[in-house]
């Protein structure tokens, strides 16, 4: 019988990193089903999911536990699958605008109000061509339930970007 894990992964950045981790996974007769991970500052963070033969599973938690050793701290959960979990359409919610404190809080405040989840989120903050001020940039996936009242959700993000002085587009069922 297989068991899905899914691994938190954070550590000082450097090159070999999720070399060491899939190597442990493919040696434990894993299979990498899928994962996100990338360098922030000076740290990599990541999560994955794969998937391993239950006899294998003890063993693999052991051989990730020795890479403390060089700094790597990974946590690692049973992935359990909710049952018949109703698969939605995709929208993408996109946020630019000058950066200051409190941006994705009252963003991700509006969202879980009207049920919206948040499938993915990355976030930048770069200099602007002109000015050279900071901008935030943002882009998240998200899944909007159909009881959601949509109007009312586009009206209170455009509240909040209008009050933050960011601009904000909703493209609803936006991926395949």
């Known amino acids: 019988m297989q068991r899905t894990l899914v691994m938190t992964i954070i550590g000082p950045d450097r ?13 434990h007769e894993g299979n990498w089903l899928e994962s996100r991970m990338s360098r922030l500052g000076g740290h990599f963070a990541g999560i994955l999911r794969a998937e391993v033969p239950e006899c294998r599973e003890t063993p693999l938690l052991q051989a990730l536990k020795k890479l403390e050793t060089d700094g790597l ?5 049973p992935d359990k699958l909710p049952v018949a ?11 630019v ?8 809080r009252d963003i991700s405040h509006a969202l879980a109000s009207y049920g919206v989840n948040v499938e993915e989120l990355q976030t ?32 209170k993000l455009e509240t909040i970007a209008a009050d933050l002085f960011v601009d904000v587009s909703l493209e609803k069922d936006a991926l395949p």
Do not use: W, Y
């Open 15 to 27: 090159p070999g990193l999720v070399d060491s981790v899939a190597s442990l996974v493919a040696q």
């Open 73 to 77: 701290h990974i946590v690692v959960h």
């Open 85 to 95: 979990q109703v698969k939605l359409p995709l929208s993408v919610l996109e946020i």
């Open 97 to 104: 605008g000058q950066d200051r404190p409190g941006i994705i």
């Open 124 to 155: 930048e903050c770069v200099s602007a061509a002109m000015s050279g001020e900071t901008l935030f940039k943002a882009r998240a996936t998200l899944s909007i339930p159909e009881t959601c009242n949509l109007s009312e959700l586009l009206n």
